[in-house]
């Protein structure tokens, strides 16, 4: 899961991205409104982390943009996602100010300053809703992933995975059974400044097989990579990528 913070403090911004970084997410911070769409448009992330009192302007003004649709001046690969589930986190802790970012679109809105664990926690709410989840358990056949605790058991069996394989066995499981490029994979487990090898994605998927079995994951060659649901037939994505 990708996270942008768009946050001008640099203490908060560091902090909330070492606790972002070991809770399993790839993370890039901004810290004006001008960075922030620039990296929304060229990259696709799973949530945003949005302070509202930033140098060159509010962070309503970028929310208000993002669930705009049809920007003006961008061709359609280059529009953010619009539904991309956003937090407000802001010092601004009236209830009409809550109520503003919540009727501009944010799914959350967590008051300055909050526990870095209720953070995650409204996060992961986030994203389960996002997806049409209501379980906060990820289940497939007879595997389980808890992405509270970062657990996955196979019949009921512990499994240790790296952080990464864990990341994209979320990622695969949360797409099902859309097929993911090895593009999307990477933006998905990697920030603009994290190292990446030419065949990592390849590394985590052999990893995953051999621990959880090689039917799991299955190959659309010169596609990518997803999980089938039971009976589903795979769900190409708009734009084909390598494997």
């Known amino acids: 899961m990708r996270a942008l913070v768009v946050e001008d403090d640099p203490g908060i911004a560091s902090g909330l991205a070492v606790s972002l970084r070991q809770a399993g997410y790839a993370v890039d911070v901004c810290s004006t409104l001008e960075t922030a769409w620039t990296a929304l448009s060229v990259e696709p992330f799973d949530v945003m982390l949005l302070d509202l009192g930033l140098p060159d302007g509010d962070g309503l003004d970028l929310l208000a943009r993002l669930r705009r649709p049809g920007e003006r001046g961008l061709l359609p690969e280059h529009l953010p996602r619009s539904d991309m589930p956003v937090l407000i986190m802001t010092a601004r802790d009236g209830v009409s100010d809550r109520i503003s970012g919540l009727d501009s679109g944010a799914d959350d809105y967590l008051v300055k300053p909050f526990d870095a664990n209720e953070l995650l926690a409204r996060l992961r709410a986030m994203l389960r809703r996002a997806s049409g989840r209501s379980n906060p358990m990820i289940e497939h056949g007879d595997l389980v992933l808890d992405p509270a605790h970062h657990t996955v058991h196979r019949a009921g069996e512990p499994v240790a995975l790296g952080g990464k394989e864990f990341a994209l066995l979320l990622t695969l499981l949360q797409a099902r059974p859309q097929v993911l490029s090895k593009s999307r994979l990477e933006s998905a487990l990697y920030g603009f400044g994290d190292a990446l090898e ?46």
């Open 198 to 243: 030419s065949n990592a994605i390849e590394v985590h998927v052999h990893h995953l097989r051999r621990k959880l079995g090689e039917s799991l994951i299955k190959t659309v060659r010169g596609v990518g990579y997803f999980i089938p649901r039971e009976g589903d037939t795979p769900v190409a994505p708009p734009v084909s990528g390598p494997p």
